[in-house]
């Protein structure tokens, strides 16, 4: 079957490619998702994602190798396998980044995405509850809403303790600063997730031009004799499937998929592909590298008042907060469990903030086993996490071998810089200042983790070893700039050296951005878009 464009991946990103490219009917458009639907009622309501961690329906499941900097333990790498991708299952959290993020991705050789040039694109898929402003916007698709009235007073608690201690309140993280302690917004709409899934593809489902096909793994992409990219080889249902494309087609696959179905195809590292068996198409070596991602740790605390521990760990608890949910959309089963936090500066000596802090007024352990569900300790509690803005660390994402049916191997190389481990310090001393200021007096009973026991810096950075983990937001493995030799995308999204191709998705950042990528995701597809429809014109 033959289609203008063909679009691998029906996540964050490429369900916005699908709406815009298909909204206009010029176009022919297919778009293919490895996973199913996204119709399960834990996909709707924001607390469902605690659902959805270990549900190989819906995610990956993916783990590292053995993380040298973290004592050789595996991390769990969670990724969205259903339309909408990882913003079906994330935690809804919506920050776009700091302005010198795009600065920097400008300054890299990539004209036109610094930061007023993506702050249009931003508002565009933004409807912000408060309405249109020079930073947001009011008619776009992603709903976005503020927590800061339904906030548990143990994390108004947090707020004072922060401006107690000299630091910044900033009431909008996406507004003219990053800097400072505050409330996150996240992307819901009248108390359900509001993701590109349900807000974009949903309604361009209606266009007659746009095909979808679910359950279908890109397992390589096709060529034509003058070795452009021509098409796309799909495993569905057990079937092999090809597909053709007369313009483009768009990886939008996310940043451990993207990469791995390029090296499937020949385009990557020459000497990588040949130990595999695979035939070099195009020498393309930073395919998989710069990988980036954001490693945190969390400190719990022991609460004197009742926090969110006693609601969510009883079943009489868990029932008023769900008849509150069904009754009005509010409450704590409509927000995330992360409500506060902010973006610091761990030193007098950084140029601008370089860590995100996150406040929860729950205290609960990750489970390690997919069986285990995610239950809160059984005592009041609340915790804090903390993980560096801008790590310094890169990894990669390479094939363990040449059957699509393996998973690729995903190597982070966490703390291998020694600038991350000095910000995981800063980290965990900013966190015990916080929770020993005065505001926090009244809440505070005990250090539970690491405890008081664990002080010098030698310690601590054992503590953070043995128990950080990924915040999921694995990004860079294409990454955009002018030079195939150490990027993959030029800043058109096009692949050096292969037409036909784009990719856009976060595999293309040339850096990871502060805090969470979802919204900087969806950027970049809104703004793919439109460059491809500039071309196809």
Request: contains cysteine; aromatic residues 8%.
């Amino acid at each position: 079957m033959q289609f203008d464009f063909i679009i691998v991946g029906a996540g964050s990103a490429g369900c916005i490619l699908a709406h815009r490219l298909s909204e206009d009917g010029r176009h022919s458009v297919l778009l293919l998702e490895a996973g199913g639907g996204d119709r399960s009622l834990w996909l709707k309501i924001p607390v469902g994602y605690a659902r959805s961690y270990y549900d190989p329906t819906v995610n990956w499941m993916h783990w590292s190798e053995p993380e040298p900097g973290l004592n050789n333990r595996r991390v769990y790498v969670p990724r969205g396998k259903v339309l909408g991708g990882s913003g079906a299952i994330n935690a809804m959290v919506f920050v776009r980044g700091a302005a010198s993020d795009f600065e920097d991705w400008k300054a890299a050789g990539n004209p036109g995405w610094g930061a007023d040039d993506v702050l249009p694109w931003f508002r565009r898929l933004e409807t912000h509850a408060d309405g249109a402003s020079r930073w947001h916007g009011d008619d776009g698709p992603i709903h976005v809403t503020p927590m800061r009235d339904g906030i548990h007073p143990v994390s108004r608690a947090f707020l004072s303790a922060c401006a107690e201690l000299g630091y910044p309140l900033n009431p909008d993280f996406n507004g003219a600063t990053i800097e400072g302690a505050g409330i996150y917004d996240i992307n819901t709409r009248r108390g359900l997730r509001s993701h590109s899934g349900a807000e974009y593809l949903r309604p361009a489902l209606k266009h007659r031009n746009l095909q979808v096909e679910q359950q279908a793994f890109a397992e390589h992409l096709l060529f034509d004799d003058n070795g452009r990219v021509s098409g796309v080889a799909v495993r569905q249902n057990g079937q092999r499937r090809l597909f053709t494309a007369r313009r483009e087609v768009i990886l939008a696959a996310g940043a451990v998929q993207s990469p791995a179905l390029l090296q499937r195809s020949g385009l990557g590292d020459g000497a990588q592909l040949q130990a595999l068996d695979i035939g070099v198409r195009h020498h393309l070596p930073a395919v998989g590298q710069n990988l980036q991602d954001h490693l945190c740790t969390s400190f719990y605390y022991r609460s004197r008042r009742p926090t969110l521990n006693a609601m969510f760990g009883s079943l009489t608890g868990q029932a008023l907060l769900t008849l509150r949910y069904l009754l009005t959309r509010q409450g704590p089963f409509a927000m995330s469990v992360n409500q506060a936090g902010g973006f610091f500066r761990g030193s007098e000596a950084a140029a601008r903030p370089n860590l995100q802090l996150y406040f929860n007024p729950l205290s609960y352990r990750i489970p390690v086993s997919p069986k285990a569900g995610l239950k809160p300790e059984p005592y009041h509690g609340f915790l804090m996490a903390i993980s560096a803005c801008r790590p310094a660390s890169r990894g990669e994402i390479r094939l363990a071998s040449p059957d699509p049916s393996t998973a690729p191997v995903i190597a982070p190389r966490y703390l291998s810089a020694d600038r991350d481990v000095e910000e995981a310090l800063q980290g965990m001393h900013l966190m015990r200042r916080i929770a020993t200021a005065p505001a926090l007096g009244d809440w505070l009973e005990a250090e539970v983790s690491p405890s008081p026991a664990v002080q010098d810096d030698a310690a601590l950075i054992d503590y953070f070893r043995d128990n950080s983990g990924s915040i999921y937001h694995l990004c860079g493995s294409c990454a955009m700039g002018p030079d195939s030799r150490g990027s993959v995308v030029d800043h058109s999204l096009k692949v050096h050296g292969v037409s036909g191709l784009r990719i856009a998705d976060a595999s293309v950042f040339p850096n990871i951005t502060a805090g969470n990528i979802n919204a900087p995701t969806m950027m970049v597809a809104e703004k793919a878009s439109a460059m491809v429809l500039a071309d196809a014109r």
